[in-house]
Antibody, heavy 121, light 116 residues
Framework: QVQLMESGGGVVQPGGSLRVSCAASGFTFDDYAMYWVRQRPGKGLEWVATTSNDGSNRYHADSVKGRFAVSRDNSRNTLYLHMDSLTAEDTAVYYC??????????????WGQGTLVTVSS | QPVLTQPPSASASLGASVTLTCSLSAGYSHYKVDWYQQRPGEGPRFLMR????????SKGDGTPDRFSVWGSGLNRYLTIHTLQEEDECDYYCGADHGGVSNFMGLFGGGTKLTVL
């Protein structure tokens, strides 16, 4: 069965860096685009980044552009989100999701359980 | 880009039906949206996709038959029949926008459903 397992969250100081990972199993990883979506405490879902199946196309939300970078290693079936210049506003649970594509675009058909990133001094 | 708007809360009685709404901003009536369910402490779960003509594609794995969707104009609806206690949680609509050069993902603010 499809499984997505995020890891790497933790407490980081403002201005610091962190990399979170998402280990995928149960499907052919390099057939699918992948998303990162975050959820600040008590708030709604916010799209963060998307990478195409081969990593050649990468997209980031304006709120993280220039600070965050999505990448993937298809040989390891792993998705990454590298985060720099972190602020308190980046405190959130970070989810990875598998993106299915149809004639109308992408939708996220499977999600992980998330990893919590806390930016605090 | 389109904006997805959801009322922050909704409520209905156990065993009744409730309809949740996701409204697209003007000019985007041709867009499909995706409905997601999120229980406390869990990651979201895909329910199904909906356009102005109704469901698009298949329901997500494990989505009960009690859940249905329909669309009209700028609105996309999720109806839950025979409400169960387990349906009390948050519901989000989502979409994507743009092409190869300017892709972005979008979510509505979510609706918290209370089962009375």
């Amino acid at each position: 069965q499809v499984q997505l397992m995020e890891s790497g969250g933790g407490v980081v100081q403002p201005g610091g860096s962190l990399r979170v990972s998402c280990a995928a199993s149960g499907f052919t990883f390099d057939d699918y685009a992948m998303y990162w979506v975050r959820q600040r405490p008590g708030k709604g879902l916010e799209w963060v980044a998307t990478t195409s199946n081969d990593g050649s196309n990468r997209y980031h939300a304006d709120s993280v552009k220039g600070r965050f970078a999505v990448s993937r290693d298809n040989s390891r079936n792993t998705l990454y989100l590298h985060m720099d210049s972190l602020t308190a506003e980046d405190t959130a649970v970070y989810y990875c999701a598998r993106a299915m594509r149809d004639d109308y675009g992408f939708f996220c058909d499977f999600w992980g359980q998330g990893t919590l990133v806390t930016v605090s001094s | 880009q389109p904006v997805l708007t959801q009322p922050p809360s909704a409520s209905a009685s156990l065993g009744a039906s409730v309809t949740l709404t996701c409204s697209l901003s003007a000019g985007y009536s041709h867009y499909k949206v995706d409905w997601y369910q999120q229980r406390p402490g869990e990651g979201p779960r895909f329910l199904m996709r909906v356009g102005a003509g109704g469901i698009v594609g298949s329901k997500g794995d494990g989505t009960p038959d009690r859940f249905s969707v329909w669309g009209s104009g700028l609105n996309r609806y999720l109806t839950i029949h025979t409400l169960q206690e387990e349906d009390e949680c948050d519901y989000y609509c989502g979409a994507d926008h743009g092409g190869v050069s300017n892709f972005m993902g979008l979510f509505g603010g979510g609706t918290k459903l209370t089962v009375l």
